[in-house]
């Protein structure tokens, strides 16, 4: 059974810039996450789909932060613009609608913003 | 906020000992309970999920709930070189209609050889 598919799993970019995330979760897996995960904290959800729709954005800066899951698969994060702050690893999960805390993660994305 | 708390480490122990890791979280409401695994630059992995308060073992992993005192701990047997790495509890935590982890920052471990 394939994982979880990040891409690109590494970003350097300057602040201000735009940069997207893509993600393709186990097939099957109805339910999706981006996490952010700073350097020494734990992943912090920053957006959950089941299918198509959004479950939980609440921590999701929406005036930079944007996420979608087209066709209730793949999905993209996209930050524009980007601030210092930002740098971290985005991590993508996926888990069946019913075993929720059974969340498979992918390799993340590291971005670093300078 | 709803919280959930460790100690950062690092926990440093010899091979053969017991490994003990503690987390404490703030929501009463709180039903289930996991540890999560994470390599230095790899991906968190579910090691083992709780419910009920009392123990839970599977092979060298115990973990341990005490819903009064808001507590929840995991013990590895046995530790290994291979288990250094740092251990994430997460909280299974309501919001509006939907379930969501609440993360720890995590409790790294190191085994000496």
């Known amino acids: 059974e394939a994982g979880v598919a990040q891409s690109p799993r590494y970003k350097i970019i300057e602040k201000r810039q735009s940069v997207a995330f893509w993600c393709n979760p186990i097939?099957?897996?109805?339910?999706l996450y981006w996490y952010q995960q700073i350097l020494g904290q734990g992943p912090k959800l920053l957006i959950q789909?089941?299918?198509?729709?959004?479950?939980?954005d609440s921590q999701l800066p929406k005036d930079r932060f944007s996420a979608e899951r087209l066709k209730g698969v793949d999905s993209t994060l996209k930050i524009q613009p980007a601030k210092l702050e930002d740098s971290a690893v985005y991590l993508c999960?996926?888990?069946?609608?019913?075993?929720?805390?059974?969340?498979?993660f992918g390799p993340g994305t590291r971005l670093t913003v300078t | 906020q709803k919280e959930v708390e460790q100690n950062s480490g690092p926990l440093s122990v010899p091979e053969g000992a017991i490994a003990s890791l503690n987390c404490t979280y703030s929501?009463?409401?709180?039903?289930?309970f996991f540890w999560y695994r994470q390599y230095s630059g790899k991906s968190p992995e579910l090691i083992m999920f709780?419910?009920?308060?009392g123990d839970k073992e599977d092979g060298r992993f115990t973990a341990q709930l005490n819903k009064a005192s808001q507590y929840v701990s995991l013990l590895i047997r046995d530790s290994q070189p291979s288990d250094s790495a740092t251990y994430l509890c997460?909280?299974?935590?309501?919001?509006?209609?939907?379930?969501?982890?609440?993360f720890g920052s995590g409790t790294r471990l190191l085994v000496r050889p």
């Open positions: 999960a996926s888990s069946l609608v019913d075993v929720f805390y059974e969340q498979y």
């Open positions: 097939s099957g897996h109805a339910t």
């Open positions: 789909f089941q299918n198509n729709g959004v479950v939980d």
């Open positions: 929501d009463r409401g709180s039903q289930s």
């Open positions: 709780i419910y009920s308060n």
């Open positions: 997460a909280v299974n935590t309501r919001m509006d209609s939907s379930y969501k982890l609440i």
